[in-house]
């Protein structure tokens, strides 16, 4: 186990919080993404209500656009876009899910298909409406085969092509015609998506908690390692620890990772017990590095103990919804002096 150290940054981050038109009605929002031109939040139906999408740009965050989505009722349990739809995967309680596109112009719905399982872990849908789904196994009693998921390949309601996958999937992302992902075996997996050839990274003795694509076979992860939360690099086979990663962030939990162009930023987080009347909370703490130097930096989060679902943009602005139509705001282009 390596000992990290930090140096400290001259730049104060501009952070602050932003009141914004969210209705807090809908305090369940599962996902916070980019489509290249817009912001998307989806909230999770509530007692047979209706599903909400918000929208909006960089420029406004504090005015969104709201969706009312009539036709999803239930939990979304993935979700993805191209320039003419959004695409959700609507999760049913017969045990059933269907896959809906939203045209963005016309706001309307459309059944793609309807899949008999409500484990649809991933969903990805090329420019044609071709598009790849990951399942697990369901039981009635809710249980998951740990190796029954599968990937599936469909064109509308017709299954192309499938692949047994042996392990469960965690983390999925689709990039540049692959598809990444922790496995159960706490291994680093890809998939080509036009021929299903799968690849394997071992990672030795670090626990994976979240990984970013920095190359085409080249990761950063976010890990655990006697306890400590860990920062990894994989680069051309080998792997490289990070040991100018502050000891006060190896402490705490990590939960996510984000790399762009060298500058890095680590979401982490730790119990207070001064919280909740004495019970204890979590509080939430964001570590950013503006370039592969020794130079760490610990943000402040002016709501740190709701941050969910959030976002980073390049490395340039984080924001998380944080509650009470709230969105916590961490400006990182931006460095006072």
């Given at each position: 186990?390596?000992?990290?150290?930090?140096?400290?940054?001259?730049?104060?981050?501009?952070?602050k919080?932003?009141?914004?038109?969210?209705?807090?009605?809908?305090?369940?929002?599962?996902?916070?993404?980019?489509d290249?031109?817009?912001i998307?939040?989806?909230?999770?139906s509530?007692?047979?209500?209706?599903?909400?999408?918000?929208?909006?740009?960089?420029?406004?965050?504090?005015?969104?656009?709201?969706?009312?989505?009539?036709t999803?009722?239930?939990?979304?349990?993935?979700?993805?876009?191209?320039?003419?739809?959004?695409?959700?995967?609507?999760?049913?309680?017969?045990?059933?899910?269907?896959?809906?596109?939203?045209?963005?112009?016309?706001?309307?719905?459309?059944?793609?298909?309807?899949?008999?399982?409500?484990?649809?872990?991933?969903?990805?849908?090329n420019?044609?409406?071709?598009?790849?789904?990951?399942?697990?196994?369901?039981?009635?009693?809710?249980?998951?085969?740990?190796?029954?998921?599968?990937?599936?390949?469909?064109?509308?309601?017709?299954?192309?092509?499938?692949?047994?996958?042996?392990?469960?999937?965690?983390?999925?992302?689709?990039?540049?015609?692959?598809?990444?992902?922790?496995?159960?075996?706490?291994?680093?997996?890809?998939i080509?998506?036009?021929?299903?050839?799968?690849?394997?990274?071992?990672?030795?003795?670090?626990?994976?908690?979240?990984?970013?694509?920095?190359?085409?076979?080249?990761?950063?992860?976010?890990?655990?390692?006697?306890?400590?939360?860990?920062?990894?690099e994989?680069?051309?086979?080998?792997?490289?620890?990070?040991?100018?990663?502050?000891?006060?962030?190896?402490?705490?939990?990590?939960?996510?990772?984000?790399?762009?162009?060298?500058?890095?930023?680590?979401?982490?987080?730790?119990?207070?017990?001064?919280?909740?009347?004495?019970?204890?909370?979590?509080?939430?703490?964001?570590?950013?590095?503006?370039?592969?130097?020794?130079?760490w930096?610990?943000?402040?989060?002016?709501?740190?103990?709701?941050?969910?679902?959030?976002?980073?943009?390049?490395?340039?602005?984080?924001?998380?919804?944080?509650?009470?139509?709230?969105?916590?705001y961490?400006?990182?282009?931006?460095?006072?002096?």
């Amino acid at each position: 186990m390596f000992i990290g150290c930090s140096s400290s940054m001259s730049q104060k981050i501009d952070t602050k919080i932003l009141s914004t038109n969210i209705s807090p009605r809908n305090e369940i929002f599962s996902r916070m993404e980019y489509d290249g031109k817009q912001i998307l939040m989806v909230g999770e139906s509530i007692n047979g209500e209706n599903s909400s999408l918000y929208r909006t740009s960089f420029n406004d965050l504090k005015n969104w656009t709201f969706t009312n989505i009539d036709t999803l009722k239930g939990e979304n349990t993935a979700i993805d876009y191209n320039p003419e739809n959004y695409y959700f995967v609507n999760k049913k309680r017969d045990y059933t899910s269907n896959i809906f596109s939203l045209n963005k112009k016309t706001k309307k719905t459309k059944n793609i298909n309807t899949i008999d399982s409500t484990y649809i872990k991933f969903l990805h849908v090329n420019e044609k409406e071709n598009y790849h789904i990951i399942i697990g196994n369901k039981f009635k009693n809710g249980s998951i085969s740990s190796h029954g998921y599968k990937l599936y390949k469909y064109s509308g309601r017709a299954l192309l092509d499938s692949i047994i996958l042996n392990c469960n999937v965690l983390n999925p992302i689709f990039k540049n015609g692959f598809i990444y992902f922790k496995s159960s075996k706490n291994q680093l997996e890809k998939i080509n998506t036009s021929n299903f050839q799968r690849f394997t990274t071992e990672t030795d003795d670090v626990e994976i908690i979240d990984f970013q694509i920095t190359g085409k076979n080249n990761y950063w992860v976010l890990g655990q390692l006697n306890n400590k939360t860990i920062l990894t690099e994989f680069n051309h086979g080998n792997w490289i620890m990070d040991k100018t990663f502050p000891i006060e962030a190896q402490n705490l939990k990590g939960k996510k990772i984000h790399y762009y162009n060298g500058f890095k930023a680590i979401l982490v987080n730790g119990i207070d017990k001064s919280l909740l009347m004495g019970l204890g909370g979590t509080r939430y703490s964001l570590f950013i590095s503006y370039s592969d130097s020794d130079n760490w930096k610990k943000v402040e989060l002016p709501i740190d103990y709701y941050v969910k679902p959030n976002l980073f943009y390049k490395d340039e602005i984080f924001i998380a919804y944080s509650g009470g139509s709230k969105l916590t705001y961490v400006d990182l282009n931006k460095k006072l002096k």
